[in-house]
């Protein structure tokens, strides 16, 4: 295969420069920055959108120094270089979604690897820099194709549907559970469209906002309740002659431990909860109720290849399907350069997701 090299002059990228400058969303400036290191097996991926997600903007809040490599892990791009020995199945300008933090940057060779649990990888490689930028590198072991139904805002989406995807797969879902999700952001949206896809029975969802609730219902929650304590929860009773959900899925995280003290008591006894949410301090949980309810809570974080198939490889199947509803959740595009105003938007509350986009054809909305 011929192998075109990507130059290796310097690039532009967004660095955070720190805390509350900008009263909490962070202050991005787009600099030149050197081009990110290709270390020995990468690929080199020019990058099209990048998503702007929750946890970016928690990151955001919480930075207390300058960042010196950017962040950004939720990218599509095009492969523009591969490593003189590869003999897989991609090809230079293959359109694909990265998994940037667990199979891009892993082994591919050690216990965890082995087992498909990238994510756990104990000699993965350093970080090379995240997709707030032009180009990224990283291991083609993570690099997946995007079907000919996508665009790359719709390949920026594979990330967060994969998170959706490992949660139920690591927690061995079964077809016909009832499921309730706790958040309708990206990754609250995306868990109801995997739901639906794995075949739940009866899907209801909480929503902070009108704009989730309505967003909600088109990933199809058969029931959209507001996120007032007490709502889903009485719901979830209701609906199961007061059983109890089979599943409930966390979605928000953050510093409260009040969506889990909800989940908890959303699911029947033996039930599960799928926990996708990240808690950003030490929460206190009541232990008691679930120990005596039996309820198993499951912790899951990024993807993994579980049975044969990386989370990536199905999340695409899901969003190949036509006009899949999730599709329309990027609601604006900023370019590299607005980046900052990218997250600000992100912030307020009519819009779902943010993604930069230097592709041919990004949404209309461009701020
Ligand atoms: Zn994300
Ligand atoms: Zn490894």
């Given at each position: ?50 998503g ?18 950017p ?34 940057k ?16 104990i ?49 061995k ?17 995306s ?19 009108e ?8 990933m ?16 979830c ?9 089979d ?39 009541d ?13 899951a ?5 579980i ?10 199947d ?12 990027v ?12 997250f ?12 930069f986009?230097?592709?041919e ?7």
């Amino acid at each position: 295969m011929e192998v075109i090299l990507a130059r290796r002059e310097d690039i532009l990228g967004a660095l955070d420069e720190g805390m509350g400058k900008f009263g909490g969303t962070g202050n991005f400036v787009v600099k030149k920055i050197p081009f990110p290191e290709i270390f020995d097996g990468a690929a080199v991926v020019d990058i099209k959108s990048t998503g702007i997600c929750g946890s970016d903007l928690h990151m955001t809040y919480d930075r207390t120094e300058a960042e010196i490599i950017p962040g950004g892990h939720e990218v599509a791009g095009e492969i523009v270089e591969l490593p003189k020995d590869y003999k897989g199945n991609l090809n230079l300008g293959d359109r694909v979604a990265i998994d940037c933090i667990g199979a891009g940057k892993s082994c591919n060779s050690c216990y965890f690897c082995l087992y498909g649990q990238f994510r756990h990888c104990i000699n993965r490689h350093e970080e090379t820099g995240g997709a707030f930028s032009s180009f990224i590198t990283r291991s083609p072991n993570g690099l997946f194709k995007i079907s000919d139904d996508m665009d790359y805002n719709d390949g920026a989406l594979v990330e967060p549907m994969a998170v959706s995807v490992h949660g139920f797969r690591f927690a061995k879902f079964t077809p016909g559970d009832s499921v309730a999700i706790i958040g309708s952001s990206t990754i609250g949206l995306s868990a109801i469209c995997v739901a639906k896809a794995y075949g739940a029975g009866k899907i209801i969802a909480s929503a902070k906002y009108e704009h989730q609730a309505e967003a909600a219902k088109k990933m199809g929650a058969d029931i959209v309740v507001s996120s007032e304590e007490g709502e889903l929860e009485e719901v979830c009773m209701q609906e199961t002659d007061g059983i109890g959900i089979d599943v409930a899925v966390e979605t928000i995280g953050g510093r409260s431990n009040l969506s889990l003290a909800q989940a908890a008591k959303c699911v029947k006894r033996t039930g599960k909860v799928i926990v996708l949410g990240g808690f950003r301090i030490p929460i206190e949980v009541d232990f008691l109720q679930p120990m005596i309810k039996e309820i198993s809570f499951i912790p899951a974080t990024c993807y993994a290849n579980i049975d044969g198939r990386h989370d990536f490889e199905l999340a695409v199947d899901i969003l190949s399907n036509g006009k899949h509803p999730y599709k329309s959740i990027v609601t604006h595009n900023v370019s590299l350069e607005n980046i900052q105003k990218g997250f600000e938007t992100s912030t307020v509350t009519f819009c779902i997701m943010v993604a930069f986009f230097r592709g041919e054809q990004g949404v209309s909305n461009f701020v």
